[in-house]
């Protein structure tokens, strides 16, 4: 396979030669095509006229198919299939040069029928979308760097690599987006998203831009396509001026009530270590409907996968499922930090967020005193404390321990009065945190412990 830019380069070198793949019929359509197939893919195409390539083709595993539909935006390096409503019923066939919304250019043979006498080379023309039309699109191979050979062995370092990541809160100006459970989705995300998720991929060392909440990424990158402007406008813009490395876009999807849970949407590029990580953090906190899925039918997908910027947009829930809502609402910080870990690639500061550090332990044991000790209800210094005269005094009252917990500094034990054990748990530390890695069996303990 070639990258897009040597498929590019490729096409552009037929333009103004004849090309007969086959040998028969002189420069047919079907021929040109058949030449930069072979080129960018190493495969050539199958069919007796340019209508059948769509059905007579096994694409899987080295391009995608797609039915033309009126949000499709067609990519440089795409071929173009017309139904057998042209060519005499035959169909046609041509490679995409570049494209908007409305209108597709291409490089094609024999569109004027004059290239069965040769007299019709490979030309740069216009069309207007077709219903009928199918689009294939190759994975490409990644473009590739050559680097020169080193003498010595550097030693990897294990940090993560400080990034430029641009946030986008999806929706704007008069398109509010999806409604649900009391809010909007535009207002929702501005709010409650993306300054959190900002904030904690700042604490770990990576440049963050919000896009201007009070635009439209979307529209403004419709708008700067319309006009053929590449550079200052929306997605564009953020490329030409940001140059991030990574783009994510926030949005709440909306269905049925009972419809739940989160995905990361991703172009033709394979899904990375930040779709991965996106993907995992919704898994593990709103849950997911689906996995990571390649759509072509959405305008800032498509340009990012043109412009060849690192984007993706990730529906964080439903906004019509009172569950994701109230998720979301209840947990704001936590699940703002754990997307923010996604991004970064691993827990930020240290550990998970939504996974609270271990301090409770299942360590059985029996306790003998040799001070007096106050009990409470609770572990931690704010549990509250019983009556004096049923605090541990002296090594006659031992008490057989469950658990062992670290709060507030000291080493909690859960027990029962051997005397009541109906009045049920209780309390009591047992001594301080001293030990530097805060081990108990390390600690000098206020009595003696013996371990079961």
């Keep these: 396979m070639k990258t897009q830019d040597e498929a590019i380069k490729y096409l552009n070198s037929l333009v103004g030669k004849g090309w007969d793949w086959d040998g ?24 007796m006229g340019a209508a ?46 570049s494209a908007t919304l409305n209108q597709i250019t291409v490089v094609e043979q024999n569109w004027l029928g004059y290239g069965a006498v040769k007299k019709e080379v490979a030309t740069v023309r216009t069309h207007s979308y077709d219903t009928g039309m199918h689009f294939i699109r190759p994975h490409y191979a990644k473009s590739t760097s050559v680097v020169k050979k080193v003498t010595s062995v550097v030693k990897p370092k294990t940090t ?15 398109d509010p987006g999806a409604v649900g459970n009391g809010t909007n989705e535009r207002d929702f995300i501005r709010k409650n998203i993306i300054d959190n998720v900002a904030k904690y991929l700042r604490s770990a060392g990576h440049t963050v831009t919000l896009y201007d909440k009070k635009q439209d990424m979307y529209q403004d990158t419709a708008y700067g ?10 997605l564009y813009w953020v490329k030409n001026k940001l140059k991030p490395d990574a783009v994510i876009e926030f949005h709440l999807d909306s269905a049925g009530a009972s419809a739940s849970g989160g995905h990361v949407i991703k172009n033709a590029y394979a899904a990375d270590s930040i779709d991965k990580g996106i993907q995992k953090a919704l898994e593990d906190t709103v849950g997911t409907i689906r996995g990571i899925t390649t759509r072509n039918d959405l305008l800032n997908v498509n340009v990012a996968y043109n412009q060849n910027i690192n984007y993706r947009l990730v529906e964080l829930g439903f906004i019509t499922s009172k569950k994701d809502m109230d998720y979301i609402k209840k947990n704001l910080q936590a699940f703002t930090k754990r997307i923010a870990e996604g991004i970064h690639g691993k827990p930020i500061g240290g550990t998970p967020a939504g996974k609270s550090k ?13 001070t007096k000790i106050k009990v409470r209800k609770s572990p931690g210094l ?17 008490v057989d321990f469950v658990s062992v917990t670290k709060k507030d500094g000291y080493w909690w034990i859960k027990f029962k009065y051997p005397t009541n054990p109906k009045a049920g748990y209780f309390y009591c530390a047992v001594c301080k ?20």
């Design 382 to 398: 704010k549990g509250v404390i019983v009556d004096k005269g049923s605090w541990l005094k002296d090594k006659s009252d031992w």
């Design 24 to 47: 028969y019929y002189g420069w047919q359509c079907f021929d040109l095509a058949n030449f930069y197939w072979y080129y960018v893919t190493g495969r050539t195409l199958a069919g």
């Design 225 to 234: 396509y319309n006009r053929g402007d590449t550079k200052n406008y929306g």
């Design 358 to 370: 271990k301090i409770r332990w299942d360590w059985k044991g029996r306790f003998t005193p040799n």
């Design 160 to 174: 993560v690599t400080k990034k430029k990541f641009v946030l986008v809160a999806g929706h704007g100006y008069n």
């Design 52 to 97: 059948d390539i769509p059905y007579q083709n096994n694409f899987t595993g080295y391009a995608t198919l797609y039915k033309n539909t009126p949000s499709f935006l067609a990519l440089p390096g795409d071929l173009v299939v017309f139904p057998n409503t042209y060519g005499g019923g035959w169909g046609h066939v041509a490679v995409v040069k």
């Design 433 to 452: 945190i001293t030990d530097k890695n805060e081990k108990i069996k390390n600690e000098k303990y206020w009595g003696k412990i013996k371990w079961k």
